[in-house]
């Protein structure tokens, strides 16, 4: 019996409050724990309707899937009735899902979205935590976390508190003070290894493969932050470094790039603006710029203002002889 997967390919409005394609590998519990999933709800499927246009393709092992390309348009619709709103706002028991994926009739999901009343955009390869709910082991400790955190917002809950994965592994330890996540949260990976390290207190977070070893940190401060990625080996070198800090115009970022061997790859800055509404825009590079070899030796210096070099600028040689120099002055070409 073939068995058939159909994705449909689904552009979304913009306005959609989370941005679920951009890629999400939090867990549940780190998309829980600080109160702020958007909206999340079971619903069983009452119809469905799917884009007219279809791909069939198949699969290594002979299977034939069909995709539903996008020139069929955005007709993937499906009407449901809510089962238990767990997180956000549903204004009606009948709501209408513009989904991604081909939901069966008469069949009950559970749907993770960004928005709320009772139009929903939901499904798919933009969202892998919405899916159909099942007797599982995984589905049954599925909705009893996110009922569990339900409870704690909705009762102002306090204690310390042990989140389990059904095969009884710790999938995150952590603390609520009155239902306000507190002081460190710690989530793991499935083998065991941990995953992050979330300080609500200090603002410093850390963040490990799989193997448990620290990936990126993030370290917030009242008028600057710093955030580290690392090449996830046992010699913790640094790959990249953010250094983002107010000034008279915005905030200025400077990004450092560095080589295996802990030299300096790149420094470079970007200024962003504030208007006289408070909002954020890019104005371009800015600042000093340096381009090293891998050997430790500059290769290039200068600086930019809006995107354009401002200034004396110097190359070099990978020994570290003088190559040549232009002054751009204003932002001339040279």
């Keep these: 019996m073939k068995t058939t997967l159909i994705f449909i390919i689904l552009f979304l409005r913009q306005f959609i409050a989370i941005s679920c394609c951009a890629g999400d590998d939090r867990t549940l ?6 109160g702020k999933p958007g909206t999340i709800f079971t619903c069983k499927i009452i119809s469905m309707t ?16 069909e995709y539903y390309s996008s020139a069929g348009g955005i007709d993937g619709t499906a009407i449901a ?3 238990r ?13 513009n989904t991604a994926s081909f939901l069966t009739i008469g069949k009950s999901y559970i749907i993770y979205t960004g928005v709320d009343g009772k139009v929903f955009y939901c499904g798919g390869n933009c969202d892998n935590r919405t899916h159909l709910l099942t007797n ?19 009762k102002s809950k306090s204690g310390k508190f042990t989140f389990y994965s059904s095969a009884n592994k710790i999938l ?13 949260w710690k989530h793991y990976h499935t083998n065991g ?13 850390k963040y490990f493969n799989g193997d448990g070893v620290i990936i990126r940190e993030n370290i ?10 690392y090449f996830g080996k046992a010699d913790l070198r640094v790959s990249s470094r953010w250094v983002t800090a107010r000034n008279e115009k915005g905030n200025i970022s400077m990004t450092y790039e560095y080589y295996t061997n802990g030299n300096l790859k790149i420094l470079e800055g970007q200024q962003s603006i504030f208007d006289t509404k408070g909002n954020e825009s890019n104005e371009g590079k800015a600042g000093k710029y340096i381009e090293g070899y891998e050997n430790g030796v500059i290769k290039v210096i200068g600086a930019y203002l809006k995107s354009k070099r401002i200034g004396l600028w110097k190359w070099y040689n990978e020994d570290g002889s003088f190559y040549a120099e232009y002054d751009y002055k204003d932002g001339a070409n040279g």
């Design 29 to 34: 519990i780190e998309l829980l724990f600080q």
């Design 50 to 65: 799917v884009p007219k246009q279809v791909m069939s393709v198949s699969d290594s092992n002979g299977i034939i899937r």
């Design 81 to 83: 009735e809510i089962i």
């Design 85 to 97: 709103v767990y997180f956000g706002k549903v204004d009606t028991n009948i709501v209408t899902l």
């Design 136 to 154: 599982s082991k995984d589905d049954i400790t599925e909705l009893k976390i996110i009922d569990q955190f339900s409870e704690i917002y909705k």
């Design 172 to 184: 995150a330890q952590g603390e609520f003070k009155k239902g306000v996540p507190i002081k460190i």
């Design 193 to 205: 290894n941990l995953k992050s390290e979330i300080d609500l207190q200090t603002n410093h977070n």
């Design 220 to 229: 917030i401060y009242k008028d600057s932050s710093i955030s580290l990625t």
